[in-house]
């Protein structure tokens, strides 16, 4: 049974940081792409970054570029996203997903297989 876990979130200020983690379980971890989304109240899930299997290759979306910073431990099935200079348009549910093998369209919510609960991130003005 695969499993995907979501952590770090939580309350800051604007400027401020958090690390999210993601940890899968019940499948072979460096088999699949990763990402992270977020979706906002009343708003669509949205694509924030992605990583290759190998970690060799990162995606950002144009609003966290520079910002947020997304790795991967594949030793300890894990997924992280550093998220820096956080704004308050960037409160949201994070969540962490899961694609076998390449995904063609990166920041496409139905290209993923596996999906965690989400985690909360609330940036304070």
């Known amino acids: 049974q695969v499993q995907v876990a979501e952590s770090g979130g939580g309350l800051v200020q604007a400027g401020g940081s958090l690390r999210l983690s993601c940890t899968a379980s019940g499948l072979t971890f460096d088999d699949y792409a990763m990402g992270w989304f977020r979706q906002a109240p009343g708003k669509e899930r949205e694509g924030v970054s992605a990583i290759s299997w190998s970690g060799g290759s990162t995606y950002y979306a144009a609003s966290v570029k520079g910002r947020f910073t997304i790795s991967r431990d594949n030793a300890k099935n894990t997924l992280y996203l550093q998220m820096n200079s956080l704004k308050p348009e960037d409160t949201a549910m994070y969540y962490c997903?899961?694609?076998?093998?390449?995904?063609?369209?990166?920041?496409?919510?139905?290209?993923?297989?596996?999906w965690g609960q989400g985690t909360q991130v609330t940036v304070s003005s």
């Open positions: 997903a899961a694609a076998y093998r390449a995904v063609l369209r990166l920041f496409v919510p139905d290209e993923y297989n596996y």
